[in-house]
């Protein structure tokens, strides 16, 4: 099992940038696939992107494909989620997650450890 803990959420205006960082305490954190997702208020949690543990093929939502960029440092136990181009529709709470496989996936029912979540807002 592990703690994730997010960060960097906050306040920006319409095409700006942010970058959320998730910092993963516990298991040995190379063997976790790690997602991002995001809830707006009276909406579902919906997937934004993954990453499977080596950091590679990555999977984003088409909502932020081209926008968001999702990484991931090992050695530093940290994954990252970078969007550019913020819309007002990206405002919402976003969460990390962890889930103990080498794949990844896209449905949030497969993953077992979930942080706090961050507020990201998007203001014109």
């Known amino acids: 099992q592990v703690q994730l803990v997010e960060s960097g959420g906050g306040s920006v205006q319409v095409g700006g940038s942010m970058r959320l960082s998730c910092s993963i305490v516990?298991?040995?954190?190379?063997?976790?696939?790690m997602g991002w997702f995001r809830q707006a208020p009276g909406k579902e949690r919906e997937f934004v992107a993954t990453i499977t543990w080596t950091g590679s093929s990555p999977i984003y939502a088409d909502s932020v494909k081209g926008r968001f960029t999702i990484s991931r440092d090992n050695a530093k136990r940290m994954a990252y989620l970078q969007m550019n181009s913020l819309k007002s529709e990206d405002t919402a709470v976003y969460y990390c997650a962890s889930r103990r496989k080498l794949v990844h996936t896209i449905s949030p029912y497969d993953y077992e450890s979930w942080g706090q979540g961050t507020q990201v807002t998007v203001s014109s």
């Open positions: 516990g298991d040995s954190f190379n063997s976790y696939a």
